[in-house]
């Protein structure tokens, strides 16, 4: 049986992090994941050039039944922090919207990045192993993997919530939780498109692929981003973003066209331009499809002179305040991460170590604490990663 300090299991961004951290105090690392290849939901990201963190970030960015919990970690690890270490290496980045920061090349190399920065910690790196069994010992807890046990004095669990299965996405880390009595927050896909029930989708047909700026609104949460309308339902930034707050039964507000008040342009319209047609009028605000779409929808014939004010309204109303309900969400398959997960009143938020089980450790997206979209949950990776590296 081999013996290490610490082991952890998941080699995705947050158990990589801890695996440096820990590994420069001099302990004896192992990380063990059943992928093939580590990082592969960092390879994914950013359409490949890896959203790795957000200049912005801050407690506010996040969702947790326990919201104050995030804060020790994103104080003692901050953005410009894991900017530094990418500066180290040489990689070049850019500044995308909204604070994103991105590769200039590819996500492969931060990937190399943390893998060359393990390999200097003294880090070992087992892939393609999974782990069968996990027991606590007197001197802290034993694994087999493969039919061979090793046994730490820490266990880090990093393996991530159950989004995108296909790249290998498990409830693993919930059942270890489970095991040692840890509670588990209810989990739920976040950062998804959303979906819409079937007569909308064929009414919504022609409108595939358009893509607009637009605020979307669930509950008290709004955003300013871009919608794509898709063969589902909806999706791009702003739905992703709110889909995190969204709960199925409601409706959720948009707004395509922020900061215009579209009866009273249309109104003017018809005095200044009564030949224009409506949709040629919308078209100002809207891509074209959506322009049309919306004017047939309102029972608008001929030009907008003929136009009342009731059909005026009710087209204004599709662009300014579309009230949707959508009947689901596209699901853990595309989901970009997994709201809920370990419960952050049980763990202590300065180690990440769970209170009732000394040694026992959740860090990164398997925590009760999802960050928006932008490359904020990222930038909780590497926080609560190196909390955990430096009390492992």
Known sequence: MQHFDVIIVGAGAAGMMCAIEAGKRGRRVLVVDHARAPGEKIRISGGGRCNFTNIGTEPKNFLSQNPKFCVSALRRYRPEDFIALV??????????TLGQLFCDDSARQIIAMLLDEMK????????????????????????????????????????????????????????????????????????????????LLERLKPLAGVAVDARVRAGKAAFDEAM????????????????????????????????????????????????????????????DRLAHHVAAEAGAQGNIAD??????????????AWRVKPVGSEGYRTAEVTLGGVDTRALNSRTLQAEAVPGLHFIGECVDVTGWLGGYNFQWAWASGWCAGQAV
């Open 87 to 96: 500066r180290n290496h040489g990689i070049a980045f850019h500044e995308k």
């Open 228 to 287: 794509l309308f898709t063969h589902r339902g909806l999706s791009g930034p702003a739905i992703l973003q709110v889909s995190s707050y969204w709960r199925e039964g409601e409706a959720i507000e948009i707004d395509m066209a922020p900061g215009v008040e579209v009866y009273e342009s249309l109104r003017v319209a018809r005095r200044d331009t009564p030949k224009r047609a409506l949709a040629t009028v919308l078209h100002q605000w809207l891509p």
């Open 120 to 199: 200097a910690a003294g880090v070992a790196l087992r892939l393609q192993t999974a782990v069968d069994r996990v027991a606590r010992t007197d001197g802290g807890f034993e694994l087999t993997m493969g039919g061979e046990t090793a046994a730490c004095a820490s266990l880090v669990v990093a393996t991530g919530g159950k989004s995108i299965p296909k790249m290998g996405a498990t409830g693993w880390a919930y059942d270890i939780a489970r095991q040692f009595g840890v509670p588990v927050v209810e989990t739920r896909p976040a950062l998804v498109p959303l979906t819409f029930e079937v007569g």
């Open 307 to 320: 136009a009342p004010d009731r059909l005026l309204r009710a087209a204004a109303e599709a662009v300014n």
